[in-house]
Structure formats: C-alpha cells, structure tokens
C-alpha cells in the first residue's frame, strides 16, 4: 500500500484528501497529541500517530462518534510505546439478524434429534415408533427421550442466550441462537451458536459477551448434575455401556461423586440420561473454553492478552494434537474444528484499553475452570456404541 505523509495542517489548494485528513485532525484536538498522519492515496486509511491526552476508553467513544460523522471508522492501536489511530473509509450500518422462523424450525428439529438420541439413551428407540406409527409407542419414546433432551438443550440454549444478552446489553448486534440437529446417530445436536453482527468496541465487550456464555451454561449444568447423580445408580466398574468409568470424567465430577454419591471400591455409575446430559454440557463448556480464535476462551484470552493469545492459542492446537496422540483421539477432531474457525482472533476496534482488575481476576478463574470441567479422556472406550 502507498504511503504519503502530511503535515497536521497546511491545506494545499485543490487537495481534498488534505482537507479530509485536517479535519479528522481538528477532531482530535484536545484528546489525541498527533505527531505523525499518513494516508494512502485515495484516503481509505488514515493514520495517526501520537499519545492519547487522557482516558482511552472515553476518548474512543468521543473519537468513534465524530470520525463517523465524516463515513469514518475509528480503529485504535498501540505499537512500541505509540498510539496510534486508524481512520478506514466507510461506517458499518446496523447488519440484520436473519429470519428468526429459521432459529425456530431449527430448534424444532434438534428437539426431535435430541428426543431420538435421550429415547436410545433410556432404551426405546422413538425413530422406530414413528416409522411402525403407533401413536402409544410414539408417545412412550419421546417421555422417554424428554429428560435427556430437556436437560441437554436448556444448558445450550442458556449457553447461547448469556452470549446474547451480554451482547445486547452492550449494543451488539447478535442473531437469537441456532441449535445444530444431528439426526443420525449421537446425542442429536452438534451445539448451537450465535453469530454476532457488529463490531465488538473495546476488549471489556470483548470478555463480557465471551465469558457470559460459559457462565450461564454453567450455573444450568451444575444443579442438572447433581439431579442427575442421584438419580443413576451403581454397577461394577467393568460393565460396558453409559457408565462413568466408560464415559470419562474430570476434577469437578470426580469432586461431586466422592461428596454426595461415594462409591465403594470396583463400582461406578450407571448414568442416568439428565446425569449425561449435564456431563456432556460441561465437556462442551471445557472445550469451548479453549484460548482458541473464535471459541469462547479463545474471546476471554485475546481479552486477557492481546495479540499474545495468538502465541497462546498456536500452543493450545499443539497441545491437542499430543492429547489427541496420547489421550484420545477425540482430540484430534476438536483440533480440526477449531482449525476450521481459524486459531487468530480478531482485534476489536479499541484494542488499547485494557480490562479492569475484577474482569482480569473473573478471566483467570475461568482459566481454572477450565481445568476443573475438562474430561482428559471422553468417550475414549470402545464400551460406548451408541456414539460411533
């Protein structure tokens, strides 16, 4: 890209790109200390340079607000100790969120889905109620089906709806949740998502729409856990099928059962399908929780971090890969959707402020629940048929 540097105010006869960067100048006056302005050659990107004079977070609003007065949008940077503002030709108008009859017929057929995979789960089939018709069948199998299905898509639903919330509570835009319907096969539902619309402003909304998911989903999951231990029953630890033993566990179930259900030495349990359903809402949590590009961790450690999540997420795919080689090969599939999404996160348009003590303390304890919820070795038996 060509560069031509300008001095801060003489305006040459005839110059409107000069006219241009002067008057983004003249709305700097007074916040930003500008040393240096650059521009390319049709003036789609104006930099510049200099130190801030107070507050960033602030002076961002104030910048942001007057920049787009003249179809400007203002990004801030920080390289080697300088400021740097970046002026980029054109203002992002407000995106729409889709047709939410889309989400809904969604959500419907993963009910179905769901339905299906709690109905195996509790030893009925309900695919094969409705192919023989019977309506007492059918309706046997989907009760049967209902308490794995509830349980599963309300720690997801609630996952997606706390990433939401936090959104539009901080004027993002966000699409209402779309569930995923497996039909074929597994627990009925590849996850769901949101997908946000507008720019994220600083690294605060950044970590706040991040970490809201996680934490909604978490406080659905717990009290669905315990329901759910007690609820199931003990076996012997070499019994195949859904049992603890053959599923996996992780610090935080290991916890719970050895507090409200301890087992003797050689047994296990039978898990009950709302005890599965809350144990895999908390192994989608933990990988969600990955500091990886676009995954929620991936959201809580640029904001951690900065563009030092980058290195951090390069280590974190590594290390999937040895827990893929070593653990289970589970990993290698998380590894190659995660590389899917890509393992960079973008910068948000302020990436100068940085987050306050209370979001870095909240951050960091994210960080242990990782490790606490995290299973090391899922669905790593051969015992597990229905999941193949």
């Given amino acids: 890209m060509e560069i031509t540097t300008y001095p801060p105010i003489y305006v040459p ?30 003036g789609q990107v104006i930099t510049f340079n200099g130190q801030w004079l107070y507050d960033t977070e602030a002076g961002f609003s104030e910048v942001e607000r007057r920049f787009q007065a003249h179809g400007y949008t203002t990004l801030v940077r920080r390289d080697k100790g300088q ?15 889709g047709n939410p009859l889309l989400n809904l017929l969604l959500l419907l057929l993963t009910i179905i889905t769901t339905l299906a995979a709690g109905s195996g789960l509790a030893g009925k ?24 299905a509830l349980a599963l898509l309300s720690i997801l639903g609630v996952h997606e709806l706390g990433h939401y919330v936090a959104a539009r509570a901080h004027g993002v835009v966000a699409t209402l949740p779309y569930f995923i319907p497996m039909p074929f096969g597994g627990l009925g539902t590849l996850g769901a998502f949101i997908s946000l619309k507008s720019p994220l402003k600083n690294r605060k909304v950044l970590f706040d729409i991040g970490l809201a ?83 929620d961790g991936g959201h809580i450690a640029y904001a951690l971090f900065g563009r030092r999540a980058h290195s951090l997420a390069l280590v974190t795919f590594v290390l999937l890969l ?22 960079r996160h973008p910068a948000p348009l302020n990436n100068v402020t940085p987050l306050d003590p209370k979001r870095k303390l909240v951050g960091w304890l994210s960080i242990l629940l990782f490790f606490l919820i995290i299973i090391p070795t899922p669905f790593s038996t051969p015992s597990l048929p229905f999941l193949r």
Wanted: proline share 7%; charged share 5%.
């Fill in 13 to 42: 006869p005839h110059d409107p790109l000069q006219q241009t960067v002067n008057r983004l100048h003249g709305e700097l006056l007074g916040m930003f200390q500008v040393r240096q302005t650059s521009s390319n050659v049709n």
């Fill in 83 to 97: 400021d740097i503002i970046i002026a980029v030709e054109g203002v992002v108008e407000k995106a729409k969120t």
């Fill in 125 to 148: 089939s309900l695919v094969s109620a409705l192919m023989n018709g019977s309506p007492t069948a059918i309706i046997a199998s989907a009760l049967a089906g209902l308490p794995f």
């Fill in 213 to 295: 998911g996680p934490v909604a989903g978490f406080l659905v999951a717990m009290p669905l856990l315990l329901a759910g231990l007690w609820l199931s029953q003990p076996v012997p630890s070499f019994m195949p099928g859904l049992t603890l033993r053959n599923a996996g566990s992780s610090l935080l179930v290991d916890w719970m059962v050895s507090v409200f259900y301890p087992l003797p030495a050689g047994r296990t349990l039978a898990m009950h399908p709302i005890f599965f359903a809350a144990w895999f809402g908390l192994l989608i949590t933990g990988i969600n929780l990955l500091p990886i590009g676009q995954l």
């Fill in 322 to 343: 040895i827990a893929g080689t070593f653990l289970s090969y589970n990993w290698y599939v998380w590894a190659f959707f995660v590389l899917l999404g890509g393992l």
